[in-house]
């Protein structure tokens, strides 16, 4: 691995060349600095403002996060952009070929589920959560299920629609939800992914359900985890 020197509009700064004509070589060289992923995953359901972003990575520092969109803007990889008013706020928005980069979050999170060191305690974000869902969901269990699930999650609102055996997962409206959950993503996370019932968390006031229940019921169980492999002797 070797150290080069990369001179931007506002200064000098080191980063990581593989100095390796493989393409996964130059993956990393696109996106292998700390964070760079995350703020990908935080984008992959739309764009963001720079405080919005800071908000859902609690452990970067802002002088990190603006190295990293720099980073990511040079690689093609993000685009900023002002919204038009009265909004007038400056946006940071995954470039098409940046939105191509979903199924390496799914391919890494079915992999890194399998790890007996994987800590489900850790902060978790919207965006950890929906990319979750369209990453753990089994057709074969929603075989049949044609359905509308809405979620509210802080000041968000998200839609779920499962037909064919297939969901899809976008901000939108509840109106024509059959379902609506309620609460923060680590919680439903503890439904969907630990086993949680769903009538202690009501009880608690830690989740909300609007609608049909038994529909709840089942969709929680459409997220099968892969099975954890075992640690070495």
């Known amino acids: 691995m070797k150290l080069e020197k990369i001179t931007g509009n506002s200064s000098a700064r080191s980063r990581r060349h593989y100095e390796d004509a493989c393409a996964t070589a130059h993956a990393m060289d696109l996106v292998g600095e700390r964070w760079a992923l995350l703020v990908i995953r935080e984008l992959m359901l739309g764009p963001k403002r720079f405080s919005d972003l800071r908000e859902s990575l609690p452990g970067i520092s802002a002088n990190v996060l603006t190295q990293r969109l720099e980073g990511l803007e040079a690689a093609g990889i993000l685009v900023r952009r002002k ?17 191509e ?20 305690t850790l902060p978790f974000s919207t965006a950890s959560l929906v990319l979750s869902l369209r990453t753990m969901f089994s057709p074969e269990r ?28 976008a901000r939108n409206g509840l109106d024509d939800a059959d379902l609506i959950f309620t609460g923060t993503p680590p919680v439903l996370a503890g439904a969907i992914y630990g086993g949680q019932p769903l009538e202690a968390l009501e009880q608690a006031g830690a989740l909300q359900i609007e609608g049909d229940r038994a529909l709840a019921q089942r969709f929680i169980g459409l997220f099968p985890l892969p099975p954890k492999v075992s640690k070495p002797a």
Do not use: N
């Open 142 to 169: 929603a075989k049949g299920l044609d359905a509308r699930v809405g979620f509210r999650l802080g000041e968000e609102t998200f839609l779920a629609q499962l037909a064919g055996g297939r969901i899809e997962i």
């Open 83 to 99: 919204l038009p008013p009265p909004a007038a706020a400056q946006v940071y928005e995954l470039t098409e070929w940046g939105y």
């Open 101 to 120: 980069s979903e199924p390496i979050f799914q391919a890494l999170g079915r992999w890194a589920a399998r790890s007996p060191l994987h800590d489900p």
